[in-house]
Nanobody
Framework: VQLQAYGGGLVQAGGSLRLSCAAS????????MGWFRQAPGKEREFVAT????????DYSDSVKGRFTISRDNARNTVKLQMNSLKLEDTAVYYC??????????????????WGQGTHVTVSS
């Protein structure tokens, strides 16, 4: 069972990036999925979550209105569209699955499967 996050990179402030998370080894179509991030010297923080059917989403206040989480259960993938990027969005971004839940979850301890991170660097 594996989650693979990709799509990070270097982008100028105000630009956009789209992160993707591909799941393999099992279907995650009934699970809550989420994105978290960790900046250097800081704790891992919640970014976005999406319910099993994609009908419900939630975001941290810091990204609300700029980021959009979506999922394609047929392809077992989750995406994070990031627009209007700011310097403070620089972090390692992780996708995660909360296989015990199907509704929105924002706490890291609710997630039991984590992918490796993908680096996002926003420059001025």
């Amino acid at each position: 069972v594996q989650l693979q996050a990709y799509g990070g990179g270097l982008v100028q402030a105000g630009g956009s990036l789209r992160l993707s998370c591909a799941a393999s080894g099992r279907t995650f179509s009934r699970d809550t999925m989420g994105w978290f991030r960790q900046a250097p010297g800081k704790e891992r923080e919640f970014v976005a979550t999406i319910s099993w059917d994609g009908d419900s989403t939630d975001y941290s206040d810091s990204v609300k209105g700029r980021f959009t989480i979506s999922r394609d259960n047929a392809r077992n993938t989750v995406k994070l569209q990031m627009n209007s990027l700011k310097l403070e969005d620089t972090a390692v971004y992780y996708c995660a699955a909360a296989t015990r839940y199907s509704s929105l979850r924002s706490a890291p301890y609710d997630y039991n499967l984590w992918g490796q991170g993908t680096h996002v660097t926003v420059s001025s």
